[in-house]
């Protein structure tokens, strides 16, 4: 649990993301622990969070990385991951994108459609390189999660379709300069029950029986991200439930001799460990609601605004004050820039520091400037 060291913070300008690297050791631990098997392999998506800071300590526990542009993948090299360990997933990869990858000799290109595939092969032809990649299919699965972040149905601009995925398996074999290692899914975000997993595990057993008829061999299987955290209550489950989650693919997935599974997981990675810190500016009296107005705003951490979502809020200057309620809003000027309505709080003065928890994924690294605001900073306790 993430103890905030008040005398600390108290003097930092704000707003700023805190990181408990205590809580990322501990979290990055138990991944290891419960993911010990030789033929699985996790990826870090780097995209959840890219803070420097951060990606030493998730490179230090052997990790790969999971990027999505060329900026990821040189943001990975320079924290030190080996490019092997790299793969490298996105619907719109640019011919930019695919050099500073094809130079790289990263792991492995995760392939969304056939176009892309052919270019790939041009410039690894070009290059006089060979790129390995797996295929990214579209199971068709509905995670139960917000729409923005559910990835995997048909009607959706990631990943190829079923139906289409024969042609795609002979086009990858026939190119001179494409190596066929794998397939990929990834079928959403901020999943907590395991049910779609296990749908999924069904569904590649299923797609792996018709595809063994085309003689292929598909050495991985890439069942990417989506592990969910406990944003209501950050205390109570600080880490996710990996040993569960990596038990529904020991006991559902069917694999073939030799194959190895990768793991693409970001927001259960850093979730957790990260806090966005900000300042109250003003306590004003509406008629009937009592409004914090606090020095973050969606430019600092967009998801409530974005995907509707909340994140604990805590007065941390002073926890035991008497409970009212608040609404807690940022300055920008924007209407969804709120971080929660009728929050109860322990007594709000101008000046407390409140933290907005489980903002370590998807928060830092959306930060925009957005009003000619500065980015927020970061502060790493535990280093
Ligand atoms: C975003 C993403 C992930 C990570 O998702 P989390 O929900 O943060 O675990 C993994 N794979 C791909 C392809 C992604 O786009």
Redesign the pocket.
Known sequence: MTRFPINELRDIATPFYFYDLGLLDQTLAEVKRTSRDERFRVHY?I??NANPGILRRIQGAGLGV?A?SGGEIEAALEAGFPADKIVF?GVGKTDADIIVALQAEIGCF?VESEAELDVIDEIASAMGKKARVALRVNPNIDPHTHEYITTGLAENKFGINLPQLGGMIDRALDLPSIELIGLHF?IG??ITDFEPFIMLCQEINRIQTEIAARGVKISVINV????GIDYADPDRHPIPDFEGYFKTFRNHLRLLPDQQVHF?????IVGQCGSLITRVIYVKEGTSKRFAIVDAGMTDLIRPALYHAHHKIENISDPHGDLHHYDVVGPVCESADIFGTDEMLPSIRRGDLLAIRSAG?YGEVMASQYNCRPLPSSYLHGK
Request: glycine residues 20%; hydrophobic residues 35%.
């Open positions: 998506a995209k959840a999971d999505v997933a995760n990834h975000s901020q990417g991200g989506g592990l693409e997981l970001g927001r259960s994924a």
